[in-house]
Every structure is written in structure tokens, then in C-alpha cells.
């Protein structure tokens, strides 16, 4: 993926060996740490082990693009049979796709193995042919990505674990070139975060009352668990 100017600022653990350069930024303590104080360990869904956490903040997650490329919270497109879906159109993270589930005929809880893909990926790429010029990507590319999403209801991962409603704030079941991401990629996690930001987005309506509060971070629920961005 081509630099796009993000703005890094992480926080790296003592603990951790990570090659920065001298002159990069510490981003805060997050709330209640202390310098000193033993770094709490963490798991990832879909990530095996524990350690402790890295922080990242990104202060341009759109670089110098608009974050919104046609201006509009809702842009309108189309169905393999025609009809219209609303959907909203990122250029944070990777540029991406967001429809409701239901549109593509999903509950949202599905995981990546009872997709029926001979309907999902003709779909997919549907909707990517007609967004790629509102999203400025050209020529062959694996870009936009699509992502269905759906208010939070239970399920369980592709680890067998029962995920609750009240553990996330949205559920997201996004592309990858040929299939359904086994997770959930992290430049779509970006994505999603900043959609889900703008009022009246198909994210921001998604989640209807479990929006996140303010300073809270935004829960993904995806096939391998949860997500924290």
C-alpha cells in the first residue's frame, strides 16, 4: 500500500522491540496508565497469544482526500438486479464500501464459511466497479473494499466463541480479494471508524442506540471476535 501520510504517533511498550526512528513521537499514556507501571497484557481476536498493547494514533486517517469523496453522508448505488442501496463511501484507511447486510441478503452474523459466494462476490464486485470512480481509485486494482454491516446481535466466531450483543457496537463482515475477511482487516477497521463518525452515514444509523460515547472506542464485532478502534 502506497504511503499515504497518515500521521503515526505510537506508544510502544519498554517491553517491546519495535525499530522507530530516534525522532518519532511517544503518543499519550492511555487513561489511568503511568510511566513505570507494568504493561497489562492483551489478546486480539484472531491473534494468537497475549502482549502488551501497542498504541497507535493516526491524525489523518484520509491523508490530504476528503474523507467523504462525493460529498454526501449517502451515496446511492445499485444491485445486481437494479434495484438502488444506500451506501456510504470512505477514503480512510483503504477506500471502502459500506452497505447494510441486508442488502446483500446477510443477517450480519454469518461467518466467512456460510456465505453463499456465488451470489457475495459478483456483488462484491458490483459494487466496487461503480464506486472505484467516486473513490478515485483507478485502473486494475484490489480497491475499494466492501464491507456489509449490521447492528449488533449475538454470534459465534470462527473459534467456537459466543460473542454478545452488548460487547460491540456494530458488526462488519468486509472483502478481501476473492472472499470474506476471516477477521476483519485493520485498514477497514480505520474505515469504519471514521464512517461510523458521520452523522446520518449507513455505519452511524447501523448502530442505531449503541452508538459509542464520547472518547469511547468503536467496537467491531467480526468473524474471528472483536475489534477496538
Known amino acids: 500500500q502506497v504511503n499515504q501520510s497518515y500521521g503515526l504517533s505510537l506508544r510502544v511498550p519498554s517491553t517491546v522491540a519495535a525499530p522507530l526512528p530516534a525522532a518519532a513521537p511517544a503518543a499519550p499514556l492511555p487513561p489511568g496508565g503511568d510511566e513505570g507501571e507494568e504493561e497489562p497484557l492483551i489478546a486480539l481476536a484472531g491473534v494468537a497469544g497475549r502482549e502488551p498493547a ?4 493516526i491524525s489523518a486517517p484520509h491523508g490530504e482526500r476528503p474523507l ?5 453522508e449517502v ?8 434495484s438502488p442501496v444506500e451506501a456510504t463511501l470512505v477514503t480512510a484507511g483503504n477506500p471502502t464500501v459500506f452497505v447494510p447486510a441486508e442488502a446483500a441478503g446477510l443477517t450480519g452474523a454469518e461467518l466467512p464459511g456460510e456465505m453463499d459466494y456465488s451470489v457475495i462476490l459478483p456483488l462484491v464486485e458490483h459494487l466496487r466497479a461503480q464506486a472505484a470512480p467516486l473513490l ?4 486494475p486494482s484490489d480497491q475499494p473494499r466492501v464491507a456489509f ?3 449488533p446481535r449475538g454470534y459465534r466466531t470462527s473459534s467456537e466463541e459466543d460473542v454478545e450483543a452488548e460487547q460491540f457496537h ?19 477497521s480505520i474505515a469504519l471508524a471514521c464512517a461510523a463518525g458521520v452523522e446520518g452515514s449507513v ?12 472518547g469511547e472506542a468503536l467496537r467491531i464485532g467480526h468473524p474471528g471476535g472483536v475489534i477496538e478502534v
Open 170 to 188: 456494530i458488526a462488519s463482515r468486509i472483502s478481501t480479494p476473492g472472499r470474506i475477511h476471516h477477521a476483519h482487516t485493520g485498514t477497514g
Open 68 to 72: 467523504l469523496p462525493t460529498g454526501n
Open 75 to 82: 451515496d446511492t448505488l445499485r444491485l445486481l438486479d437494479g
Open 54 to 57: 501497542v498504541y497507535v494514533e
Open 136 to 139: 478515485g481509485v483507478e485502473g
Open 149 to 151: 454491516l449490521s447492528p
Open 203 to 214: 455505519p452511524w444509523r447501523c448502530m442505531g442506540e449503541r452508538r459509542p460515547g464520547p
